[in-house]
């Protein structure tokens, strides 16, 4: 995307958001100041940035630099760079030690493992990641965690919108050694960020991420509160998943009634039909940009996922050597336990993912050619994806996009 005109100060933000490319990450309101952009949940049920006041010229230089909706980029292809999965050093799948954590975790609680085990060991002094709002059950907001408790309170996927970095001056304020837990799209900007702000590079010691399918609205939760039978406004305490694997969405109202269903239900039929457009041509669903990334372990049953419950597993892959010497000594000293297996599982385990980088070439073109212009991605491997891809659901696939670039509103 080309920069605005001169002297329309905080246009770039709004025509990335207002083109349907907003991660809602929340790098702008960091980058600007919440007195000039802040985030908030837009009619469409997503975080958007309103700008208040005309960002400096220079915030606007660095947002433009560092917005995920107008570029994501490797600088250069590191040794190990898999072609479908990006870069990687191991790949292994297994569960955290601590019981309830491999319970309450999303998958079998890798991650939080791994947040517990930095902090137990003194080499962060706290962990920036996303929990449910102290006031509202179906909000997310950035907690600062600094013990297992609150990596417990943390733990499990939140399918709806979060902008951790939206309070990203805060955290680095704290000046103190920490690991962020984020969206694949909230890695990629906060990497591009630390060569705007030395202090990031000091204080950030471990990025870790999860692969992610899209974020959907919080339309998306209202509509599966009220298939569940109940409704927003009498929630007091709502999860979409965790308390084993998959585990079930569970709403617990005002009047102390439980409502739940399964995992297939929740995402498969609810959820994943509200996903924001940026998603639908993302072309980093598995955190390329992090130390560490853990998914679901899924077992097969016909070549597809099986979604019947059992005992958590987590996919973790370790991207840098950094990454790498954590999850060795997080295992080391019995934070997980895990096994080494072949790259060629992860596609067995995620599917979705493969399929996706296949078409996000065809479908960014498509978005494209149906709003003038599209987000740039760079060093992805995303041609040669589209290569393997089978050519004629690719097109039905760009067409699709192409339908829905046209007429989705924002
Ligand atoms: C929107 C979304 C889409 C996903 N899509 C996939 C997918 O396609 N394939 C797949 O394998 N896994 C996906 N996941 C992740 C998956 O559900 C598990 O989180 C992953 O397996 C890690 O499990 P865990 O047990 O290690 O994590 P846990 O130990 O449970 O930790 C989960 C971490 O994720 C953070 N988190 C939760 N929700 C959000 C959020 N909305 N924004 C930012 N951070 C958050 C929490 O702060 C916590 O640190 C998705 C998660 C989300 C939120």
């Known amino acids: 995307m080309s920069t605005p005109p001169p002297g329309k100060a905080g246009a770039l933000v709004e025509q990335v958001s207002s083109n349907g490319f907003c991660t809602g990450c929340g790098a702008c309101e960091s980058i600007a100041g919440s007195d000039t952009i802040t985030m908030r949940m837009s009619r469409g049920g997503w975080l958007r940035p309103v700008v208040l006041k005309p960002p400096s010229g220079q915030a606007e230089a660095v947002i433009a630099d560092v917005c995920p909706g107008l570029k994501v980029e490797h600088e250069q292809i590191t040794p190990g760079h898999h072609a479908v999965w990006g870069p990687l050093r191991q790949v292994r799948a297994g569960h955290a030690t601590d019981a309830e954590l491999r319970r309450q975790g999303s998958s079998g609680g890798g991650i939080s493992a791994i947040a517990n085990y930095l902090l137990e060991s003194d080499r962060v002094s706290f962990v920036a990641q996303i929990a449910v709002s102290g006031t509202d059950p179906l909000?997310?907001?950035?907690?600062?965690?600094?013990?297992?408790?609150?990596?417990?309170?943390?733990?499990?996927?939140?399918?709806?919108?979060?902008?951790?970095?939206s309070r990203l001056q805060d955290v680095l304020a704290l000046e103190q050694p920490f690991a962020f837990v984020g969206k694949p799209c909230d890695v990629a900007a906060l990497r591009r960020y630390a060569a705007h702000d030395k202090r990031l590079n000091t204080h950030l010691v471990c990025a870790i991420s999860f692969m992610c399918a899209g974020?959907?609205?919080?339309?998306?939760?209202?509509?599966?509160?009220?298939?569940?039978?109940?409704?927003?406004?009498?929630?007091?305490?709502?999860?979409?998943?965790?308390?084993?694997?998959?585990?079930?969405?569970?709403?617990?109202?005002?009047?102390?009634?439980?409502?739940?269903?399964?995992?297939?239900?929740?995402?498969?039929?609810?959820?994943?039909?509200?996903?924001?457009f940026r998603c639908k041509i993302c072309p980093d669903g598995t955190g390329e940009f992090a130390d560490i990334v853990c998914a679901d372990a899924w077992y097969g049953k016909d070549g597809y996922p099986d979604f019947t419950e059992r005992e958590g597993r987590s996919l973790i892959l370790s991207r840098t050597d950094l990454g790498e010497e954590i999850v060795s000594q997080a295992i080391?000293?019995?934070?997980?336990?895990?096994?080494?297996?072949?790259?060629?599982?992860?596609?067995?385990?995620?599917?979705y993912q493969v399929n996706r980088k296949q078409v996000v070439w065809g479908r960014r073109l498509a978005a494209r050619m149906a709003r003038g212009s599209a987000p740039h991605y760079v060093n992805l491997g995303l041609v040669r994806a589209a290569l393997s891809a089978r050519p004629v659901s690719a097109l039905r696939d760009a067409l699709g996009t192409y339908r829905r670039a046209k007429g989705e509103p924002q």
């Not at 569940?228 to 998959?246: C, H, I, K, M, N």
Request: net charge neutral; glycine share 8%; aromatic share 8%.
């Open 139 to 165: 909000a997310n907001e950035l907690q600062i965690s600094r013990s297992r408790d609150d990596v417990l309170h943390a733990a499990g996927s939140r399918y709806a919108p979060s902008a951790p970095l």
């Open 215 to 276: 974020i959907p609205s919080i339309k998306g939760t209202h509509e599966l509160l009220r298939k569940l039978g109940t409704s927003p406004e009498q929630v007091r305490a709502f999860r979409y998943r965790g308390d084993g694997w998959p585990g079930m969405a569970r709403a617990i109202t005002n009047d102390g009634q439980t409502f739940e269903t399964d995992y297939n239900s929740s995402w498969g039929t609810v959820l994943n039909r509200h996903l924001q």
């Open 332 to 351: 080391t000293r019995g934070a997980i336990e895990a096994e080494y297996i072949p790259v060629e599982e992860i596609a067995r385990m995620q599917p």
